[in-house]
Structures are given as structure tokens and as C-alpha cells.
């Protein structure tokens, strides 16, 4: 390192000090920069008089051991734990331990090269930090730092020294030793779930005994398990909660309002087995709002079963929501609630919080009333049949309740519907996927997911009863768990503008951003090639919704208060608002504590975390289910499209399946590309070849592993005549069938480097439709 001091300058400046400081990779101490800058005896005083100063002002951090760095800088090695996947597929991490006001700096964390696993998230790693220019770092796996189960998923296997269980986490280092007596008559191949032994006698092989016999690993019902272990979702109810489920009873009127009489419906998906709205509408006969209509939304009251601090409260809270996968559902309340008691099943008394909305003829909200109520579903619909009875094609929906209750619903959302056009929503148009399971389990297709009126209605009765429920809380000054989305980054939006412009789609800087203006970009695109890549990219550039228990608006929604209401059986969020109703409205005993806004901070950063972790399962589900779709395709070609380009390489989104595989770097055509993050392309520096996001490929599926959910693709470089002819004919690879027991490939460590290859979205953004895997469609707003 440099000498700082020079014959002119007998001591350093604060200038000169820094300099110093910033050039160090490590943190530096009042040692080091004196021996650096010759400083001796007595001048060691002011010195440290100086470094005082520096960090007083905020120019400096304190270190470990009295040493200094400059604020936001990282030690050369650290424990990070892994954050998240960002837009173009990366793997971030962050400081596992961070205690500033200042954001931490980006990580990019590289793959672990020993294990070729996928990082988890919250996994924490010891890495070593390199900082590059603008201020993020470069992360390489020293070491990764395990943690503790009582549980472990993982496959048996047969040995010349017995039974072994091979963890499927890949994280795990060692395999465990299984003796006869504790194997269950598990067989070679099966997965199992297991615990570990404690024994006296110190061993170097730990042992394990198993629990449970989940069948052939290859099975949809073991890929999904994995996923749901890998991010340790809560799968067991304690004793005492299930108890207080089983335990649970009718309820009767008391002073509860009658709303039996009312024909509200369900209208959900046809095999739906929990249904926790019901709604109902009729013109307004008040004369001052011509044209206008009243609502009801009512949603089971799961506060009544759920109280603050029970059994049942803790479980639900561990679990922050319900989690969905194709052929699995991990509820957040046991199934004695949530597909019992506190399902609005028709012709079944059941205890409800409701709201009556008026509104008026062009959908602007005039006043609300909230209840608790007893209501009886009149009937239990499906959207295809709702929507057939709307298109006047035949429909088991009998024809009075047709015209009762049908044809207004569809009244009132046309009101809604212009509420929202004249508003300015972001109006994404993505299609969805979903992977279609028999009764067996078995996957038997992967299809675009139908996203009809009925399924459009429900989602606006839904929105206007959440900001109902957040501006009431408001109005009574009571807590609030709101349902907030940020507008996106500044920094975000300029690179899209640099793109859109390539594609003379002009999107102005510097104007205020508002979700409108995106949409206009997006009609403008509509009728374009670029079509699919600017809906990816506009989604990329939103923020995270999260929940909070401050305010800032909604931006995707383009609201100015919004909190979850109507899901209480697989949202927490939702349950704390009804309570912070019930609490406010006098509405009974079973309310919020008086205590519980202290805590709503916490509350809210732990369910936006589950939420989160319920996201990351759920979509390493659909990629190992995918990927055991696509298993015995290995070979063929497809045709796709570049959702993702990273520096390692690129991500196509297959057009027949939704399937998202990774391209390596390597694999590429030889050259040296260069990662043009701003452009979203890779760029070769000696023919100059471009790949861009948005790009039509054709590609060959090289390898598809569904323990991983790993799909590697290789471009084909002449695709000429491919598009319109017998993919099959040109297959030139072999079709393998997968072996659940084959370790790890090279290939299999480039496609894990993104952790799975799959199109990550940043959860909750403001995207219209959710995937439901119990066929309730897209899912209620969870924007």
C-alpha cells in the first residue's frame, strides 16, 4: 500500500486520511495508519483526536477491535445470508449481521463450487468479498454454515456398509448411517423423513433414523416435499393447536346480525375445498345515487376461533400464510378450521365479519358499514359456471339465482371496473402457468392459466372491501396492517427508459411516476413482437409489495390506503386487521390486545418474510415438477424466449410449457461476452454477436433434473425452418430417463447457480393474478 505522507504535508489531512482508509480492503486501525503516514510519539494524539472526528461526522464506521472503514464498506470476509434472486437471475445476499441505518451495499453471491448446490434462502455463508466499482461486492463460497434440524428429508440407499440417508438438501455435507432397525423396511431409492440418533459412543458417521416412508422420489408428492423442507415451511400443527381445532363448535346468532337471509354466494374454483368469501349486490333504490349499487362482502370469522395468544394464534403466526403448491396445500390453520368451521360451505350457518359498500354509478366508494354477522351461503359457484351463465350458455346455476344475484354482481363491477380504469392501474399481461395433476398426483400437463370476468369480478369486490377495511381503521385511529407497494426505483425506471427507447417507446425522465404512465407504454406494446419483453421488464422494475404499519400507498393499485381483509383463513395480515376491526367497531372481546401495536413492526416484517418463503416454495415446486415434466424431452428442441441475461449466462422461457431453463455462458458460441446489465444483454467483443432479453431462440433441452428443478439449454445458432416444423424429427440427443440417485453434474452446477431456473418475480408485485393450485383461479389480491 501507498506511503500517504509527503515532506509538505508533516500531517496528514482528513482528505489524506480517507484516501488511505478507502483504498485498504480490510479495516485499518490507528496503528496502521500511522506506521502508513510515519506518524510517531506524541503525533499519535492528534491523530486519533482526528479519526474521533471523522467518525463523529460520519466519514467512518467502527470496526472490530477499535478498527475504522468507510461507511457502507465490507471486511474482505464475512457471514452473509442469502437474500434473494434478483431481476436478471442473480443470487444477492446481504450482511448477516447489519446494524446501520444505510441500506447494506448489493452482494452478488457466485455458486458454491464444491457442493454445486442451490442456496437457500436465509441460508448464511462465509465468503470472501471482492468490491467492485459501484459499490456492490462479489461473494465466493469459503464456507457454508449449516444449522440444526430435528428433521431431515432425504433419500435412502443401500450400501455394502448398510443403510445411508443422502440428505436432499444439498446443503448438508455428509451422509447419515441407517441401521436395520431403524430403516422401517425403507428401500433403495425412497425418499424418507428422518431424525437424528443421539449415541453415547463417539462416531465420526452420525446416524438417523427414519420416520417416515414417503415413496419413489421421482413421485410430484416428493418434488414438492423437498421444496416445501428446503425453506423449512412449517408443516405439523403443535398438539395443543390441534386440539383447540378439533374442539371447536357452531356458533349461534347472539348478538351477531342476520344475514341468513341475504343470497350471498361463494364463487371460487371448481375444486376449491376452503371458501372464505361470499358476496352479494343490488342496485342502490336511494334516489340520490341513480345508477349506483350496494355490496356485501362477508369473510369467515376466523378471529372468533383464532384468539390473541392461543395455540392456534402462535402456529398461525409461525406460519404468516398458507402455502400453496400444484399438488399440495400447506394451510395456515389446521383443516378442522380452515376447511371447516370457518369455510362458508352453502346451507351451513357460519360466523362472518361483513362490509356494505355504496357505491356510485361510475364506481367511486360514498360510505361502508362494517358488521359481525351470522350468514348461510345460498349456493357454492364456480368461476366457469358464473361466467357461462354471463355469456347466456347453459350453466347448472339455476335461473332465479341467475338473475338475482348474478346479473347485479356483474352490475356493480362494471362500476368497479371503470373506478379502476379511471384511476390508472398497472395492467401487466403475463401469462400465467399451471401445472395440471389427476387424481393420482401424477402431472399430466402444463398450461396457460384461463383468466376470466368472473375471476376479474371477485378481484374487485375483494380490492374495495380491503381499502374499505384500511379506511376505516384509519378513521377509528386503530393499528392497521397495511398492504403497501412503493413506486419503483428511480434507478430501476432510467435503465428501463433506456431500453424502451431502443424500441422508440418513449418513457420521459424525471416525470412523476405514476402507474398509468407504464400502462400506456404497455397498450403502445401491445400489437408489438416486443410484446412479452416489456411486460417482463416493467414488472422487474416494480418494487415489493410488503406489509407494514405505516402507510405509503399502493402504487400498483394506484391507491392511497389499502390493507388485506378478506383472506383471515391463509393470511395472517388478514386476521390482525379483523381483529384491529372488531377491537375499534366494539365488536367483541376477541379483538386486538391492547399491546398489540408495539409489536406490529415485528409482526409485519415476519409475515412479509413468510410470505416470501411461501413464494420461493412455491415456485421451486413448479420447477421440479416442471422439470419432471420435461424429464423425458431431453433432446428435443423448443421453441422459447430470453426472459433473464446474467453474467453467467442466459435464461429462455420455453413457449409450449412455460419452463424456464438455463443457457450457460459456456455453451455459447466462442467468444468473450460482456454482461450489459443497463441493456439487459450479453455482447461478444470479437464478432459481436448480442443476445437480448425479449429474444425468439430455438433451444435444445440438454439436461432436466427435478430434484434440482434445473433445466440446461442449448441455442441453436441456425434455427432456420425450425418454427413451423416436427420438433421431434430434430431430435438429435438421447432421452434418458432421469436417475433420482445420479450425483450432481457440470451441467447441473451452471443451472443451479440461480438456484433453480425459473423466472423469478419479486413476490406481490402489482400483477394481476396469482397462481391458486386448489383452482380458485388467480388468487384474491395479495398485491
Not at 218 to 247: C, G
Not at 368 to 385: K, N, P, W
Not at 627 to 641: L, T
Amino acid at each position: 500500500m501507498a506511503k500517504f505522507k509527503s515532506k509538505a504535508t508533516p500531517f496528514p489531512s482528513k482528505d489524506e486520511v480517507l484516501a488511505f482508509i478507502s483504498e485498504s480492503p480490510v479495516a485499518v486501525g490507528k496503528r496502521e495508519i500511522a506506521r502508513a503516514f510515519h506518524i510517531k510519539g506524541s503525533d499519535r494524539i492528534p491523530l486519533k483526536a482526528l479519526l474521533k472526528e471523522l467518525e463523529r461526522d460520519g466519514h467512518l464506521e467502527l470496526r472490530e477491535k477499535k478498527k475504522v472503514m468507510l461507511p457502507g464498506h465490507l471486511p474482505p470476509v464475512l457471514v452473509v445470508e442469502v437474500a434473494d434472486i434478483d431481476e436478471d437471475g442473480e443470487q444477492l445476499a446481504k450482511p448477516a449481521s447489519w446494524d446501520h441505518e444505510s441500506p447494506p451495499p448489493r452482494i452478488f453471491l457466485s455458486p458454491d463450487n464444491r457442493s454445486r448446490a442451490a442456496f437457500a434462502t436465509g441460508e448464511h455463508v462465509l465468503a470472501r468479498l471482492s468490491r467492485n466499482d459501484d459499490g456492490s461486492y462479489d461473494a465466493k463460497t469459503i464456507r457454508r454454515i449449516g444449522k440444526s434440524q430435528d428433521r431431515i428429508l432425504g433419500v435412502y440407499e443401500n450400501s455394502r456398509e448398510g443403510g445411508r440417508l443422502r440428505p436432499t438438501d444439498r446443503r448438508a455435507k455428509n451422509d447419515f448411517v441407517v441401521r436395520s432397525e431403524d430403516s422401517r423396511g425403507a428401500v433403495h431409492g425412497e425418499l424418507v423423513v428422518a431424525t437424528l440418533k443421539s449415541t453415547r459412543h463417539r462416531s465420526s458417521q452420525r446416524e438417523a433414523r427414519i420416520l417416515e416412508r414417503v415413496g419413489a422420489i421421482d413421485t410430484p408428492r416428493a418434488l414438492s416435499l423437498i421444496a416445501l423442507y428446503e425453506h423449512d415451511v412449517p408443516m405439523s400443527f403443535s398438539s395443543d393447536a390441534a386440539d383447540a381445532a378439533k374442539a371447536a363448535t357452531a356458533t349461534d346468532l347472539g348478538s351477531r346480525e342476520d344475514l341468513r337471509g341475504l343470497p350471498l354466494v361463494t364463487i371460487d374454483g371448481a375444486d376449491a375445498r376452503d371458501f372464505d368469501d361470499a358476496v352479494w349486490a343490488e342496485a342502490d333504490d336511494d334516489k340520490d345515487n341513480p345508477g349506483g349499487w350496494r355490496l356485501i362482502v362477508a369473510i369467515a370469522d376466523v378471529a372468533h376461533y383464532v384468539t390473541a395468544g392461543s395455540a392456534l394464534d402462535r402456529d398461525a403466526y409461525k406460519r404468516g400464510n398458507s402455502t400453496y403448491l400444484p399438488n399440495q396445500v400447506v394451510p395456515m390453520l389446521p383443516e378442522e378450521l380452515s376447511n371447516g368451521w370457518c369455510s362458508l360451505k352453502p346451507g351451513v350457518d357460519r360466523p362472518c365479519l361483513a362490509v356494505q359498500m355504496w357505491i356510485d354509478a361510475e364506481g367511486n366508494p360514498l360510505r361502508h358499514r362494517f358488521l359481525r354477522g351470522l350468514m348461510r351461503s345460498a349456493a357454492r359457484l364456480t368461476y366457469e359456471q358464473v361466467q357461462a351463465t354471463r355469456n347466456g350458455e347453459e350453466s347448472e346455476i339455476p335461473g332465479q339465482l341467475a338473475e338475482l344475484v348474478v346479473s347485479p354482481l356483474y352490475g356493480a363491477y362494471a362500476a368497479l371496473l371503470a373506478a379502476r380504469e379511471k384511476r390508472g392501474t398497472l395492467e401487466l399481461d403475463l401469462t400465467e402457468r399451471k401445472v395440471v395433476v389427476d387424481d393420482d398426483g401424477q402431472i399430466v400437463a402444463i398450461e396457460p392459466r384461463v383468466r376470466l370476468d368472473s375471476h376479474k369480478l371477485i378481484e374487485e369486490f375483494m380490492i374495495a372491501a380491503n381499502v374499505a377495511a384500511a379506511t376505516e381503521l384509519e378513521r377509528l385511529q386503530r393499528p392497521c396492517m397495511y398492504r403497501v407497494h412503493e413506486q419503483p426505483d428511480p434507478v430501476k425506471i432510467e435503465a428501463l427508459s433506456t431500453v424502451l427507447a431502443s424500441m422508440d417507446l418513449k418513457l420521459a425522465r424525471g416525470q412523476v411516476m405514476r402507474p398509468k404512465v407504464l400502462t400506456q407504454i404497455l397498450a403502445k406494446a401491445s400489437e408489438r413482437p416486443e410484446k412479452s419483453m416489456v411486460n417482463e421488464m416493467i414488472l422487474r422494475a416494480q418494487s415489493q409489495a410488503v406489509y407494514a404499519p405505516e402507510n405509503i400507498g399502493h402504487f400498483g393499485l394506484a391507491l392511497t390506503r389499502y390493507a388485506h381483509f378478506t383472506s383471515p383463513i391463509r393470511r395472517y395480515a388478514d386476521l390482525l386487521v379483523h381483529r384491529a376491526l372488531i377491537s375499534g367497531l366494539r365488536l367483541g372481546d376477541d379483538g386486538l390486545p391492547s399491546d398489540a401495536a408495539e409489536n406490529f413492526e415485528e409482526a409485519a416484517q415476519h409475515i412479509s418474510k413468510t410470505e416470501r418463503r411461501s413464494a420461493a416454495a412455491e415456485r421451486d415446486a413448479v420447477d421440479r415438477l416442471t422439470a419432471a415434466y420435461m424429464s423425458d424431452k431431453v433432446g428435443r428442441i423448443f421453441q422459447g424466449r430470453v426472459n433473464g441475461v446474467t453474467r453467467f449466462g442466459l435464461f429462455v422461457t420455453l413457449d409450449e410449457s412455460g419452463a424456464d431453463g438455463l443457457v450457460p455462458m459456456s455453451s455459447l458460441p466462442d467468444d468473450r461476452y460482456d454482461h450489459i446489465e443497463a441493456k439487459h444483454c450479453l455482447v461478444g467483443r470479437r464478432w459481436g454477436r448480442t443476445y437480448h432479453l425479449g429474444d425468439r431462440v430455438a433451444a435444445r433441452l440438454m439436461e432436466a433434473t427435478p430434484v434440482t428443478g434445473g433445466l440446461v439449454l442449448q441455442l441453436i445458432e441456425d434455427p432456420e425452418g425450425i418454427e413451423n416444423a416436427d420438433l421431434d424429427e430434430k431430435n438429435s440427443g438421447s432421452t434418458a430417463a432421469w436417475d433420482p440417485l445420479k450425483k450432481s453434474s457440470a451441467n447441473r452446477k451452471l443451472a443451479d447457480r440461480r438456484g433453480r431456473s425459473t423466472n423469478r418475480r419479486p413476490p406481490g408485485t402489482a400483477k394481476t393474478g396469482k397462481k391458486s393450485p386448489r383452482g380458485k383461479g388467480p388468487r384474491r389480491p395479495s398485491k
